[in-house]
């Protein structure tokens, strides 16, 4: 098939196509040089203009404060999960996590290894689908860990967490970040993997205060100690070259959406029309409550599996491809991120009616 589809996938998730008709040509011959940018040697100029290029437009993006390094790391979110505690926590000291769904849960279970992990908040007795208002920290907590968004169960927070004096904030944001403007001054750590918001997975992006870098473990294996990255510019060993390229090419065509604020609008433009569609329909309901409603991922159910399963196949066939559920939620999901264009939520809207009105 040559033709492009409309693909919801959670993730790795649709890119901007700009991007990639560029990475088309640049896999050939990056900027005239004759050599594509993944054969490049990563200490040469060529790719040396990308990384500089990456940092210069992610910092540019979302306003970054000079006390705060941009590595590209490897290992995906899921490496986050266990570096951050790694680094951070020993067995005296506790760390709070606000669990609002899997990937909190995973990031817990790794703290556990390394020293105390309280759980704040958490929001499993509904089976996720809300983030929790009341949070109660523990005494004197090193870090207080939360989940911007949730990519399984289609809640996102609606703004960061307070954390107690004397805390630093550490947010997942695998699957919301730069879909709107956030204040990183009110962050210590801040990671996202690339593949739904950014770009290819195998590259995960971290945002760091200069002071956690100076002072977490000097204990630990080169490669975990997040000073080796922020000392040589992510490239103690071969970063993830493709990644970091394709990630400078979003963050270029973020800003000439016109950055954040712009493609907030558009997002909150485009989830809209889905969630007036279902507060409207007589066969879809929307799984998260209203208060807590993700952006990103919205997830959605008739209430009949059988029913569902003949939604994804008949939409799959029209296609509107990714639209199966998380198995721990059913139903459906669609990921519509910042690169998940207006056109194809209209799509997925008539065939939702056109649906509820032979099958409602
Ligand atoms: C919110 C969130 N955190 C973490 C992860 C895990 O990311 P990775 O596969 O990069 O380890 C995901 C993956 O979907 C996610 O959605």
């Not at 992610?58 to 590595?71: G, H, T």
């Not at 279970?109 to 309280?118: I, L």
């Not at 807590?292 to 509107?320: H, P, Q, W």
């Amino acid at each position: 098939m040559s033709e492009r589809i409309y693909n919801f996938s959670a993730g790795p998730a649709v890119l901007p196509e700009t991007v990639l008709n560029q990475a088309r040509e640049d896999l050939w011959s990056l900027a005239g040089t004759g050599i594509g940018v993944m054969e490049h040697s990563h200490r040469g100029k060529a790719f040396l203009a990308v990384y500089d290029q990456a940092v210069a437009l992610c910092r540019e993006l979302a306003s970054i404060p000079d006390n705060y390094k941009v590595l590209f790391l490897q290992g995906g979110a899921s490496t986050q999960f266990f570096s951050i505690p790694m680094n951070f926590l020993t067995p005296d000291k506790t760390a709070d996590y606000l669990v609002t769904g899997s990937w909190s849960k995973k990031a817990v279970a790794e703290a556990k290894r390394f020293g105390n992990a309280h759980t704040a908040s958490s929001s499993a007795d509904k089976n996720f689908n809300y983030i929790p208002q009341e949070v109660n920290y523990s005494d004197n907590p090193t870090y207080v860990h939360f989940t911007s968004n949730n990519t399984i169960f289609g809640t996102e927070y609606q703004t960061e967490p307070e954390n107690p004096a004397g805390s630093f904030l550490v947010c997942d944001a695998s699957s919301d970040i730069f879909s709107r403007p956030l204040d990183i001054s009110k962050y210590g750590i801040l990671y996202a993997g690339a593949q739904k918001n950014l770009g290819p997975s195998g590259v995960t992006l971290v945002i760091i205060r200069d002071d956690l870098i100076e002072s977490g473990s000097a204990d630990l294996p080169t490669m975990l100690q997040y000073r080796t990255h922020a000392e040589n510019d992510s490239m103690f060993n071969t970063p993830p070259t493709f990644g970091i390229y394709i990630m400078a090419q979003v963050f270029a065509w973020l800003k000439d959406q016109g950055g954040l604020p712009a493609i907030q609008k558009i997002n909150e433009i485009k989830a809209k029309k889905l969630y007036d569609y279902l507060d409207s329909s007589k066969l879809f309901q929307g799984t998260a409550e209203p208060d807590s409603r993700s952006l990103m991922n919205v997830t959605f159910v008739t209430g009949n599996e059988d029913l569902d399963k003949k939604f994804i196949a008949e939409a799959t066939a029209a296609g509107l491809d990714g639209l199966k559920g998380h198995r721990s939620v059913g139903g459906m999901r669609a990921s519509i991120y910042n690169a998940f264009p207006e056109a194809g939520i209209d799509k997925l809207i008539d065939f939702m009616s056109n649906f509820e009105s032979t099958n409602g």
